[in-house]
């Protein structure tokens, strides 16, 4: 069965890290490229990071560089996203994602195009 399960959100506070994990058991998109996207209350759907299937190539969107860091298992079941240094706009539903393309063109592309989504993982950042 394909489906995107995701894993680890929750309430921090700014300045403390976080990782997220999406796992794919049906084994549906190891040949996919995977990623991340984020909605922000009131706001539309966000760019966060992607990897590649091949050579595991990341990309990230502007606001979460040299913050965030997405790695894949050998197996390429499993996306995790490490999120440091977090702030009070990092707040969003964080949704795991599967696409065939390659993922340095999803920043640029509507969110609308990414072909598979998990049902999202809420991440709070509040003091």
């Known amino acids: 069965q394909a489906q995107l399960v995701e894993s680890g959100g929750g309430l921090v506070q700014p300045g403390d890290s976080l990782t997220l994990s999406c796992t794919d058991p049906g084994r549906a998109f190891i040949r996919w490229s995977m990623g991340w996207y984020r909605r922000a209350p009131g706001k539309d759907r966000e760019f966060v990071g992607a990897i590649s299937a091949i050579r595991d190539v990341s990309v990230y969107g502007n606001s979460v560089k040299g913050r965030f860091t997405i790695s894949r298992t050998e197996e390429k079941t499993t996306v995790t996203l490490l999120m440091t240094n977090l702030q009070p706009d990092d707040t969003g539903v964080y949704y795991c994602?599967?696409?065939?393309?390659?993922?340095?063109?999803?920043?640029?592309?509507?969110?609308?195009?990414?072909?598979?989504w998990g049902l999202g993982t809420q991440v709070t950042i509040s003091s």
């Open positions: 994602v599967a696409d065939p393309t390659v993922p340095w063109n999803w920043a640029q592309s509507p969110w609308q195009n990414i072909y598979a």
